[in-house]
């Protein structure tokens, strides 16, 4: 276990392959980027990044959600999936863990750590396995 507050050694980064395809490519394609922004906050925390960079980031991962919930809640709505309702209270679940976290290490209360990369890690890997996929069907 190493001793710092993130470390790629405690939290693996997140890799796209296959097994997380939904079927459609505009969708994927923008998995694998959330991906990277996560991999991105891990990178910036393991090497000690100032508060600035990490709420930078913080904002990219709530900004990039943010579109892509909408065009995935958009092509939902277009192929009348009864999946919509249950996709928009979890998207908005995950845009209110961002906007807390971000509120948390912009006061100083917490700051960006390996349970939140968890955290973060395990919510995508499991949104898009288990409640993604529902719709991967439709495409
Ligand atoms: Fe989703």
Same mark, same amino acid.
């Given at each position: ?6 470390? /790629? /050694? ?5 890799? %796209? ?6 079927? =459609?490519?505009?969708?994927?394609? !923008? ?10 906050? !891990? =990178? ?17 991962? #709530?900004? #990039? ?6 065009? /995935?809640?958009?092509?939902? &709505? ?6 919509? =309702?249950?996709? *928009?209270? !979890? ?5 209110? #863990?961002?906007?807390?976290?971000? =509120? &948390?290490? &912009? ?13 973060? &890690?395990? %919510? %995508?890997? *499991? ?9 991967? /069907?439709?495409?």
């Amino acid at each position: 276990m190493s001793s710092k507050r993130c470390s /790629e /050694e405690n939290v693996s980064p997140l890799i %796209w392959d296959h097994s997380f395809s939904v079927k =459609a490519p505009i969708l994927d394609s !923008q998995h694998r980027s959330l991906f990277q922004i996560i991999n991105q906050l !891990q =990178a910036a925390c393991s090497s000690g990044a100032e508060k600035e960079l990490l709420l930078k980031i913080i904002k990219d991962l #709530y900004n #990039y959600s943010t579109t892509h919930f909408r065009d /995935e809640e958009t092509l939902l &709505k277009q192929k009348h999936s009864p999946l919509l =309702a249950d996709q *928009e209270m !979890q998207h908005a679940l995950f845009l209110d #863990y961002v906007i807390d976290l971000e =509120a &948390k290490v &912009k006061s100083g209360s917490s700051t960006v750590n390996d349970e939140i990369l968890t955290f973060l &890690k395990v %919510w %995508w890997e *499991e949104h898009i396995l288990k409640i993604d996929k529902q719709y991967a /069907e439709l495409f």
